[in-house]
């Protein structure tokens, strides 16, 4: 199966050196591939720049959002939350056609100060995970593992023995049951992963990311995660 | 100590009872006292109405909001969020002064539909603990326990050996410390009171609820709350 990662952060770094681990084509979109490959500088959490990363994860091909849409058989959103939508709007008429579309990036607003709060009009009463199921129809939206640092999305077994949540939500069973599968070869238990129910759920998900925030804030590690206690 | 409890829903009626066991003198405020007194009917959630509670539990004193005021040393508001600062408005001059207010309360907004959001003006950039410290600056507001179903609040060993979250936040060092001490009188253990910082911090503790609500929803029991796994 090939998989598109749409954003190069540190997100979809993360993601697509994991893929690309496990065997899969993994081809990472950017608006612009000449600005990705000359990005040297650290990002704002003191990782190397995208044009290091990208020369010792060579087998990472690298496309415009456009490309990455058309390459992928199940795409993955890990752009900034405020302007996933331009990115994906990118992809060629039918190439998001039945798709899975995983969607892991936060509607963040950094314009306020720090910590971040969420995009007004993409919190509370609606969400990221609506708006591309609302702006992108033709795929199949499954909201999962925005609610926690990378590091763990990839490997949750790095703490508490894997015993901690991970939320999924969207309106597609199917999909859903796809994208557990490829949770659980990352390491995710049967157990741990919590279907919400349809995509208006990610109004709760994203909702994690004010008190995430502060109890990265307080704790001083993002390597952190929630578990259920019943 | 003498302490007052604002509110007579199912938080304020578990918060009262679990004080009175320990040996507060305790009184409950209302707005209206004939009117509390005759509310026979059971509330949303099938508990019976506060006038058959009040009779069993007729240690606690009732009275107006303004009378809890005057009688406590401490201040707890578990009314709804949305009428706590008129609620607590009606406290006479000087009755707030130099006295914590303890806020488990949450500005939950019912009327778009179920699940609740939380009210637009008191979320993300806001945040209903801020707002009644703004309100009432001459209080020491303390924000903890709103994250949770009223019946843990008061009993955390009833799950999980106790080892899940419960978070404060406030402007005041000495005024969490004494919250504190009343919390470990509740079952809390130190290592698992997370003190966020100011009372900024709300916005995150409030914004624990619409994931919450949803987790509730998906597990059909209210008697979970999260650990935090490094």
Redesign the interface.
Known sequence: MKIAVFGTGSVGQTISAKLVSMGYEVMIGTRDVNEARSRTAADMYGNPGFATWIISNNKVKLGTFADAASFGDLLVNATSGGSSVEAIKSAKTGDLKGKILIDIANPLDFS?GMPP??I?SL???FSLGEELQKEFPEAKVVKTLNTMWCGLMVNPVM??NG??VN?LCGNDSGAKNTVKDLLKKFGWKEENL????DIT?S???E?????W???W???G?G????????
């Not at 919590?194 to 129910?197: S, V």
């Not at 909702?207 to 008190?211: G, H, S, Y």
């Not at 390597?223 to 019943?230: G, H, Q």
Request: positive net charge.
């Open positions: 306020k709060c969420l007004p919190s509370n009463t703490i508490g015993d901690h939320y919590l279907d919400l129910g759920n109004r709760g998900t909702a994690v990311l004010p008190i925030l502060r109890v804030g307080a704790t590690t390597a952190f995660n929630f578990r259920i206690v019943r």
